[in-house]
């Protein structure tokens, strides 16, 4: 295994006083340096998975590297027809080289930074550094370290292998996408740290597997295959697009319930969070557990899931309000799914089981 350096001008925000002035602007900025990227013989990482469409054909492979699950980097295609529209699944579009992504990243494309550094993109073109303190500015705050702490890490979870670009992204999950009164079940990673453009990773984009996990239709692999009678009993229709075939042994705890629970138990926090709307404000005061959501601001992975549910669900919503009905539903799928997983709580272990997973990503817009 060695490492590769790749030369690249990260974007970030300067906030300074010109001279001879008072008010603080902003300037957009490109600050030169290197990321340095791991290449890995195949064989240090063998496939862990592979996901069939519906005709049989392979569409994407996934490795086994370290600690994680990786995704060939890929970008994307536009539909060829209207009927293509609606098949994320089908848009992932074809792996790039290395040699491309080197090109795109040392070209400045925005598209890679979001994709595969995982860091803030350009918004407007910035300007040199040398350009900009010629005008010897006073300097304020300023997004630099941040911006080249995120290259970082999201270098770090690179790799070259097989002459393909990929990215670690967790492990392959089914998910359930609401399609005219029913449900088509695709494949796509764990993880939600991707933001999609011109490059992506196979499946749905990052919204739409977090709503599917919101609405209690994400699924490992093995919890899929006992699932899916009880599925098609609720749902008009569901149509199995993708199949994920498992090449190494299946996680000791099944994340796709516990998933489900945080990124539902979050979505509602965040609602209740919100002190400006009056509709969500009856979240505060009938959910015991969200009562002091508008005053605190615990980090996601310290609030209490299982909990939030479970109050959420034992509210009478009748005469309260009719916006919660589809998601009290979902949650009572959730903690039926949790409780037959044997998780009575989200204990040391199983939070351990879903610390790659980070489903609310570090990538904020920036401010000055």
């Excluded at 290449?39 to 005709?55: K, L, W």
């Excluded at 994320?88 to 790039?96: A, N």
């Excluded at 992204?169 to 740290?193: H, K, M, N, Q, W």
């Excluded at 919101?214 to 229709?237: N, T, V």
Aim: hydrophobic share 40%; aromatic share 10%.
């Amino acid at each position: 295994m060695s490492e590769i350096p790749i030369k690249v001008q990260i974007p970030y925000i300067q906030t300074y006083i010109p001279w001879r002035h008072k008010k603080p602007r902003r300037q957009h900025l490109w600050s030169d340096g290197f990321i340095m990227i791991k290449e890995v013989v195949a064989e240090a990482a063998p496939v862990s998975h592979r996901i069939f469409g519906q005709d049989g054909r392979l569409e994407a492979e996934v490795r086994r590297f370290g600690d994680g699950y990786w995704w060939a980097l890929n970008k994307r295609q536009p539909a060829a027809t209207m009927a293509e529209v609606g098949n994320e699944w089908r848009k992932t579009g074809h792996p790039i080289a290395i040699k491309e992504f080197i090109s795109a990243a040392e070209k400045r494309n925005g598209n890679v930074f979001w994709a595969a550094l995982g860091c803030f993109g350009p918004v407007i073109d910035p300007i040199s550094e040398d350009e900009f303190f010629e005008k010897k500015p006073r300097l304020l705050q300023s997004t630099l370290k941040r911006q080249w702490s995120r290259a970082t890490h999201g270098a770090s979870r690179t790799i070259y292998c097989d002459g393909l670009v990929m990215v670690k992204a967790g492990l392959p999950t089914y998910y359930g996408v609401r399609r005219s009164g029913g449900v088509d079940i695709v494949a796509g990673p764990s993880e939600f740290d991707r933001v999609y453009g011109e490059y992506r990773l196979f499946g749905p984009d990052r919204d739409t597997r977090r709503e599917s996990a919101a609405s209690g239709l994400a699924f490992g692999r093995q919890e899929f295959c006992r699932e899916e009678p009880l599925l098609r009993l609720r749902e008009d229709f569901v149509r199995v697009v993708c199949r994920i075939d498992e090449f190494v042994s299946p996680p000791p705890v099944e994340s796709g319930p516990l998933m489900c629970a945080r990124v539902l138990a979050a979505d509602l926090w965040d609602r209740a969070k919100d002190k400006y709307n009056l509709g969500w404000a009856v979240l505060r005061v009938h959910v015991a557990s969200l009562a002091g959501a508008a005053e605190s601001s615990p980090s996601v992975e310290n609030l209490p899931f299982r909990r939030i549910l479970e109050d959420f669900v034992a509210v009478d919503w009748t005469g309260i309000t009719n916006e919660f009905s589809g998601r009290v539903q979902d949650a009572q799928e959730i903690l039926r799914r949790l409780d037959f997983v044997g998780v009575s709580q989200l204990a040391d272990e199983d939070e351990a089981a879903l610390a790659n997973l980070e489903l609310y990503p570090p990538i904020q817009k920036l401010t000055g």
